[in-house]
């Protein structure tokens, strides 16, 4: 299935999504503590990220800061896979999910049509993810897990 966004999203001033600065694994490790996620050993994140086709993050102008991320893994034939979906605590959190989600399925949609799509998110993300489009736990599969 093909995914069309009915609505561009829009970051609020001062926050830009971007695709080529890695971010470190102290910033990576943070903002998925703060979103309840798994942590990553620091040695794997840059592992994890340099074998991923792509990757999302939302960053603010003036601090820097991360903000959110996202990873994608793919075969390029039949599955995607969207890892360490994560977005910072707070009044932005589900449009930061939105716009990471929006992107990293518009970059799937062009350049991997066909893939069925698999995500590891937290809980805090099921709101976006139903939006988007995602059915939740189909058939009662609940979970699904690879440990780096």
Do not use: H
Not at 25 to 30: C, E, F, K, P, T
Not at 61 to 70: D, I, P
């Amino acid at each position: 299935m093909q995914y069309f966004s009915t609505k561009k999203l829009i970051l609020p001033e001062g926050y830009f999504l971007d695709s080529s600065q890695v971010p470190t694994a102290q910033d990576l490790n943070r903002l998925l503590s703060n979103c309840d996620c798994e942590l990553i050993p620091m040695q794997k994140i840059s592992l994890a990220i340099k074998n991923s086709n792509f990757f999302f993050t939302i960053r603010s102008e003036s601090k820097n800061k991360l903000y959110g991320f996202v990873r994608v893994t793919s075969d390029r034939g039949l599955n995607a896979n969207l890892w360490n979906l994560s977005a910072e605590k707070g009044k932005n959190q589900n449009l930061f999910y939105s716009v990471l989600l929006q992107a990293t399925l518009e970059k799937i949609n062009r350049e991997m049509p066909g893939c069925s799509i698999s995500v590891q998110a937290p809980l805090s993300s099921l709101k976006s993810l139903e939006e988007s489009g995602f059915i939740l736990d189909p058939n009662g599969i609940r979970v699904m897990s690879y440990k780096l």
